[in-house]
């Protein structure tokens, strides 16, 4: 059974940072498809960056400069450094693995960009 936690969501000013963390169990974060996404209210889900094994991370044009996604093979776990945060940025972060052709959710963190 695959699992996901997230965690380091929170409030911050435009222009702060934040880290992401999600720790996988039941998913080996090398060698799966991972990723994270997000959602802002009345807003459909849409991906933020991704890392495909083999391949280099990929990103949405909205975040490219500001986010990095990387991953600590050791701890399993999957990262999304936010950096020059704006505004446009608050939603609900979702860590995601693609496992035999399925795709594994986390809950969800809270990230809100707010002066």
């Known amino acids: 059974q695959v699992q996901l936690v997230e965690s380091g969501g929170g409030l911050v000013q435009p222009g702060g940072s934040l880290r992401l963390s999600c720790v996988a169990s039941?998913?080996?974060?090398?060698?799966?498809?991972v990723g994270w996404y997000r959602q802002a209210p009345g807003k459909g889900r849409e991906l933020v960056a991704s890392?495909?094994?083999?391949?280099?991370?990929n990103y949405a044009d909205s975040v490219k400069g500001r986010f990095t996604i990387f991953r600590d093979n050791a701890k399993n776990t999957l990262y999304l450094q936010m950096n020059s945060l704006k505004p446009e940025d608050t939603a609900v972060y979702y860590c995601?693995?693609?496992?035999?052709?399925?795709?594994?959710w986390g809950q969800g963190t809270q990230v809100t960009v707010s002066s």
């Open positions: 995601n693995h693609i496992f035999r052709g399925m795709n594994y």
């Open positions: 039941g998913s080996i974060v090398s060698i799966n498809v």
């Open positions: 890392i495909v094994p083999g391949s280099g991370p």
